[in-house]
């Protein structure tokens, strides 16, 4: 029994590489704990702070909150971390090493909270009038990207790796790769240059005559996605957006209604005139088209067709949808069927005339 007991405390005190089994388990122990006091700060602790926000009309606080769940769940290991380097009996070179995974992970987590940050830092600034939704993501994405180079930087130093020496190399490498990465270049700059001059933004309604029409929804660093009328999305390289006329109906301030209507030439003069009388009093009483004194409509006989009086009708109504848009031309072109059969007048078509002088014998 005494040899059984001594060879316990032999494998005890050995233990693995050199370190005893009570250090081992001490160590795992307060990984353990760490693990499940993570999960007690995010479920509640974040959970209770994150009721106090809902109480607040501010969306930020939720934000800030809702980005700091995951580096706030990395603290308890941290800290972990470091009291196993305090438990552990390393030394030398592994003792190095070990301290500087631990200050490593604690640069991980303080950028990993500041990456995180970002979001809610310009959601707050989205209220600003030149912040557009579509620069609002690319400084978002160029901020992320600038803080995690400078936390691999620290990182890196910490590992007593030079920085700049490798800079100097990704910069010969960087002559290369961008010899061959002309159209991305390219792509960027033309995406910089379309959200600098607003053309479009996410969200508006765009058309290229003759080659697309549809929603944008999202413009990157390469290419902008359009979600075309029949829902598929269609990716298109920024260069060739900011190379051709596009046609932003985003930014359409009113609808215009232009049209010919075609009366037979039997239509009298005072036909004509209480037709265009009440076509015009008919827009402007209706709720579908606007009231604004530069924006009136339009109602004029123009033109003597080849098999036709010509009545130009022109009209505005407000920005709105392509459904609401045909229900408003639909009621406006029953409307005028009702107008025209009410004058005892009728809509020409294109016809042909024949006139016999005399007919043979």
């Known amino acids: 029994m005494d040899n059984f007991l001594e060879l316990v405390g032999q494998v005890w005190s050995r233990g693995f590489l050199g ?57 308890p290991v941290t800290v972990a971390l470091y009291l196993c380097t305090l ?64 936390g691999v930087a620290i990182i890196l130093d910490i590992f007593g790796i030079q920085i700049g020496p490798l800079v100097a190399g990704l910069g010969l490498f960087s002559v290369a790769v961008a010899l061959g990465a002309q159209d991305f270049f390219k792509n960027l700059i033309a995406g910089i240059l379309i959200i600098g001059e607003h053309r479009f933004q996410p969200g508006d309604r765009i058309e290229v005559s003759g080659q697309l029409h549809g929603i944008v929804e999202t413009i990157g660093f390469r290419s902008t996605v359009i979600r075309t009328f029949d829902t598929a999305p269609m990716t298109i390289p920024n260069k060739d957006l900011s ?15 232009n049209w010919k209507i075609n009366l037979v030439y039997s239509t009298s003069i005072e036909q004509l005139e209480s037709i265009r009388t009440e ?60 107008i025209v059969k009410a004058n005892n007048s009728e809509f020409a078509y294109p016809s042909t005339s024949l006139y016999v002088e005399s007919m043979p014998k």
């Open 279 to 338: 076509i015009k009093e008919y827009i402007i009483n209706s709720d579908d088209f606007v009231s604004d004194p530069d924006l009136g409509p339009v109602v004029r006989v123009v033109e003597l067709g080849a098999s036709s009086i010509d009545v130009l009708i022109v009209a505005y109504s407000d920005p709105m949808g392509f459904a609401a848009y045909n229900e408003v031309k639909e009621n406006l072109i029953f409307n005028i069927m009702k």
């Open 19 to 75: 370190i005893d089994l009570g250090s081992i388990i001490s160590s795992l122990a307060v990984i353990l704990i760490a693990f499940l006091f993570r999960g007690f700060v995010i479920s509640v602790i974040l959970n209770a702070l994150g009721k106090l926000a809902d109480k607040t009309e501010s969306k930020v606080d939720d934000e800030i909150l809702s980005a700091l769940r995951k580096p706030l769940g990395l603290i």
């Open 87 to 150: 438990i552990l009996p390393i030394d030398g070179l592994i003792g190095d090493i070990a301290t500087n995974i631990v200050k490593a992970f604690v640069i991980f987590t303080i950028f990993s909270a500041l990456s995180n940050a970002v979001k809610p830092i310009f959601v707050a600034l989205s209220t600003s009038a030149w912040l557009t939704a579509s620069m609002q993501m690319w400084l978002e994405r160029a901020s992320r990207f600038l803080v995690w180079v400078i």
């Open 243 to 257: 190379d051709v006329k596009v046609i932003n109906h985003g930014g359409m301030i009113n609808r215009r209604l």
